[in-house]
């Protein structure tokens, strides 16, 4: 489940490569919301340093980022430390131009849609 959330993260909210310099630019400093199709409310914090964060409830989960090419992002889970490290990272396409105050669906790799905001300040 965390390959899935960390793919749906990274499809979620940021202009492609091609579209902007830093594809993740108007996710800094602001907070993406995920909301699952069960309920479950995902908050992430991406920074401009390559590491993110993720509030799942009372759990915090920490990693870094880094550019496969031009239009696909790795998110590797640090904190806590994954019981295996196989599946601590998991690689997605970025895709759509998505900014401050919009909200929109994305399905994920398993065809379920969830509902994805990005709101201004954390």
Request: hydrophobic content about 40%; charged content about 20%; some cysteine.
């Amino acid at each position: 489940m965390k390959r899935i959330l960390l793919a749906v993260v990274a499809v979620a909210f940021v202009a492609t490569a091609a579209e902007a310099a830093d594809p993740f630019a108007n996710a800094y400093g602001n907070t993406v919301t995920q909301v699952l199709p069960d309920g479950t409310k995902m908050i992430t914090y991406i920074n401009p340093d390559m590491t993110w964060e993720r509030h799942i409830g009372d759990k915090t989960l920490k990693g870094t980022y880094a550019w496969e090419d031009a239009t696909h992002a790795c998110f590797t889970v640090n904190d806590p430390t994954p019981a295996d490290p196989a599946q601590a990272t998991s690689c997605s396409e970025i895709k759509g131009t998505h900014n401050v105050g919009d909200t929109w669906t994305e399905m994920t790799p398993d065809g379920q849609t969830i509902t994805i905001s990005l709101t201004a300040g954390r």
